[in-house]
Nanobody, 114 residues
Framework: VQLQASGGGLVQAGGSLRLSCAAS????????MGWYRQAPRKQRELVAR???????AIAESVKGRFTISRDNAKNTLYLQMNNLKPEDTAVYYC?????????WGSGTQVTVSS
């Protein structure tokens, strides 16, 4: 399984970005897919996660601003990020968990300027 994240960039506070994560390889149904992020000098944290078509977890700090979704036909995960804040600046990683194995994408940088 390979995960390729894209869509990061530099945006001003209040702006929007949409991240995409394309999964390739053998993808089973009923897996967890999600987004994590890691800011400089901080631990990696969960942003949002889905099981099948349902959102099962979303960080309090992004509720009401970020939306996670997936297109199973394309094996693609999305993260719509609105009203971005400087504290959202981080490397965002796509994650997939299936059959007791974890897979990570290479990450995409999101930088929000004030």
């Amino acid at each position: 399984v390979q995960l390729q994240a894209s869509g990061g960039g530099l945006v001003q506070a209040g702006g929007s970005l949409r991240l995409s994560c394309a999964a390739s390889g053998t993808i089973f149904s009923g897996n967890y897919m999600g987004w994590y992020r890691q800011a400089p000098r901080k631990q990696r944290e969960l942003v949002a996660r889905m099981l099948g078509g349902s959102t099962t977890a979303i960080a309090e700090s992004v509720k009401g601003r970020f939306t996670i979704s997936r297109d199973n036909a394309k094996n693609t995960l999305y993260l719509q990020m609105n009203n971005l804040k400087p504290e959202d600046t981080a490397v965002y990683y796509c994650h997939l968990s299936q059959r007791s194995r974890d897979y990570w994408g290479s990450g995409t940088q999101v930088t929000v300027s004030s």
